[in-house]
């Protein structure tokens, strides 16, 4: 075993001599490396900045809830039959909460009614266009997970009364009150004064996917009093995520009977979930994921064939040293060592100048687009080096099995 350690020594210092005697060739050997790792670091961290993204967008909206509503997220097909369901009633909340107060072992918590649409904020010389308006009543404060940087959400006081006020996102903030607080401010939606009692901490969005950021909220009595109830109608409910499966059965049956469905009638409402939203992300995470695995699988392919073929040259002008080494008595297993070694040394490197070359690049991009989340992770340099480590020992092996089964008579003889 210590002569093993003692061989392994003597390889790496003598593959660190020939990297340094050959910088450029070691450089070029090593470039498809570098390309290959890059790939594959650039593809993990888009995937994992994907799912970062979703997480950051969707932070508001725990994992824990079910959205009822007319149409479903995604896969609308026969448009006309969704189009002409009833609307869902803002009276279903308090008809779901009964039900949970009177079934202590539901699966269900929570519901919380919402109305929805987006309109035009202004304050003095300020205006923005197109903010996502959201009436709700106190107890939405209990389901969101999105943390105020300043104020407070409207009590249920202030909800029943109908009260003014409105709680709003960070970028409808910085945009009407640049460089000063919002807190007890007036802004105007639909020719209306509002007080600001609140601001939400910043969230922001991913993909165009819905964010806290640029929304104002307000309680559900005030938004039926500016606003025409009906399509907009929503039901956020939440669950025992530890029950999804059961609390979703739960909650379309509580559905089917309040809206009075009978047992042939098909479902006039829908029950979506933020797994909903990840899925139809899947499509690009596994794009991305094809085209990297081609990149790398090519990038690292033409770097082995480069190592292996500089590997080889490496033992033929290497032959009479080799010769020379076997005769004083070097065994075939240090010759086969030094050479392999040698070959993942110089992918070790390249594998570090890709991991390097990807971090600055995943810099640059968060720089220049940091809606763009990229996640540079622990895992991806372990994946990287590992990487770099096997295509050194694919690319190496056959020319340091060749040159440890040299002759040492001919090898010396080599000319």
Same mark, same amino acid.
């Given at each position: 075993?210590?002569?093993?350690?003692? #061989?392994?020594?003597?390889?790496?210092?003598?593959?660190?001599?020939?990297?340094?005697?050959? %910088?450029?060739?070691?450089?070029?050997?090593?470039?498809?490396?570098?390309?290959?790792?890059?790939?594959?670091?650039?593809?993990?961290?888009?995937? %994992?900045?994907?799912?970062?993204?979703?997480?950051?967008?969707?932070?508001?909206?725990?994992?824990?809830?079910?959205?009822?509503?007319?149409?479903?997220?995604?896969?609308?097909?026969?448009?006309?039959?969704?189009?002409?369901?009833? *609307?869902?009633?803002?009276?279903?909340? *308090?008809?779901? /909460?009964?039900?949970?107060?009177? /079934?202590?072992?539901?699966?269900? %918590?929570?519901?919380?009614?919402?109305?929805?649409?987006?309109?035009?904020?202004?304050?003095?010389?300020?205006?923005?266009? /197109?903010?996502?308006?959201?009436?709700?009543?106190?107890?939405?404060?209990?389901?969101?997970?999105?943390?105020?940087?300043?104020?407070?959400?409207?009590?249920?006081? #202030?909800?029943?009364?109908?009260?003014?006020?409105?709680?709003?996102?960070?970028? $409808?903030?910085?945009?009407?009150?640049?460089?000063?607080?919002?807190?007890?401010?007036?802004?105007?939606?639909?020719?209306?004064?509002?007080?600001?009692?609140?601001? $939400?901490?910043?969230?922001?969005?991913?993909?165009?996917?819905?964010?806290?950021?640029?929304?104002?909220?307000?309680?559900?009595?005030?938004?039926?009093?500016?606003?025409?109830?009906?399509?907009?109608?929503?039901?956020?409910?939440?669950?025992?995520? %530890?029950?999804?499966?059961?609390?979703?059965? #739960?909650?379309?049956?509580?559905?089917?009977?309040?809206?009075?469905?009978?047992?042939?009638?098909?479902?006039?409402?829908?029950?979506?979930?933020?797994?909903?939203?990840?899925?139809?992300?899947?499509?690009?995470? /596994?794009?991305?994921?094809?085209?990297?695995?081609?990149?790398?699988?090519?990038?690292?392919?033409?770097?082995?064939?480069?190592?292996?073929?500089?590997?080889?040259?490496?033992?033929?002008?290497?032959?009479?040293?080799?010769?020379?080494?076997?005769?004083?008595?070097?065994?075939?297993?240090?010759?086969?060592?030094?050479?392999? $070694? #040698?070959?993942?040394?110089?992918?070790? $490197?390249?594998?570090?100048?890709?991991?390097?070359?990807?971090?600055?690049?995943?810099?640059?991009?968060?720089?220049?687009?940091?809606?763009? *989340?990229?996640?540079?992770?622990?895992?991806?340099?372990?994946?990287?080096?590992?990487?770099?480590?096997?295509?050194?020992?694919?690319?190496?092996?056959?020319?340091?099995?060749?040159?440890?089964?040299?002759?040492?008579?001919?090898?010396?003889?080599?000319?």
């Amino acid at each position: 075993m210590r002569r093993l350690i003692y #061989e392994l020594i003597e390889s790496v210092r003598i593959a660190a001599a020939q990297i340094r005697a050959n %910088k450029m060739r070691s450089a070029l050997t090593a470039l498809g490396v570098i390309i290959g790792i890059v790939a594959v670091t650039l593809m993990g961290t888009a995937i %994992k900045g994907i799912d970062a993204g979703v997480d950051r967008s969707m932070a508001g909206f725990g994992d824990d809830i079910l959205y009822v509503s007319k149409w479903p997220w995604h896969g609308v097909e026969d448009w006309w039959n969704y189009r002409n369901r009833r *609307p869902i009633k803002h009276e279903y909340g *308090p008809q779901i /909460n009964a039900w949970i107060a009177a /079934n202590p072992n539901s699966a269900l %918590k929570l519901a919380v009614p919402t109305g929805q649409r987006n309109t035009t904020i202004i304050r003095g010389e300020y205006r923005v266009n /197109n903010i996502y308006t959201l009436g709700t009543t106190s107890d939405y404060a209990r389901i969101t997970r999105s943390d105020l940087r300043e104020g407070r959400f409207f009590s249920d006081f #202030e909800g029943q009364a109908g009260s003014n006020v409105a709680v709003i996102g960070f970028d $409808v903030a910085d945009a009407l009150f640049p460089n000063e607080s919002p807190l007890g401010q007036t802004v105007r939606i639909r020719d209306q004064n509002f007080q600001v009692i609140g601001v $939400v901490a910043k969230q922001g969005s991913f993909l165009g996917l819905f964010s806290w950021d640029s929304m104002i909220a307000m309680p559900l009595s005030t938004y039926r009093r500016y606003y025409r109830v009906g399509e907009g109608g929503e039901l956020r409910v939440q669950v025992d995520n %530890k029950r999804m499966a059961e609390a979703k059965e #739960e909650l379309q049956g509580l559905m089917r009977r309040i809206r009075g469905l009978g047992p042939e009638q098909r479902d006039d409402f829908e029950i979506n979930e933020q797994g909903t939203i990840r899925e139809q992300l899947d499509p690009i995470k /596994n794009g991305i994921a094809m085209a990297g695995l081609f990149i790398t699988g090519l990038a690292l392919f033409v770097g082995a064939i480069g190592i292996m073929n500089i590997t080889y040259v490496s033992v033929k002008e290497r032959t009479k040293e080799i010769g020379t080494r076997k005769a004083l008595g070097a065994r075939r297993r240090t010759i086969l060592l030094q050479f392999l $070694v #040698e070959a993942v040394a110089i992918c070790f $490197v390249g594998g570090v100048a890709g991991l390097a070359l990807a971090a600055g690049l995943t810099s640059l991009v968060t720089v220049i687009a940091p809606s763009f *989340p990229l996640v540079f992770s622990t895992g991806l340099v372990v994946v990287g080096l590992t990487v770099s480590v096997l295509t050194g020992i694919f690319s190496g092996f056959a020319p340091a099995w060749a040159a440890s089964k040299l002759d040492p008579v001919v090898a010396l003889r080599y000319e």
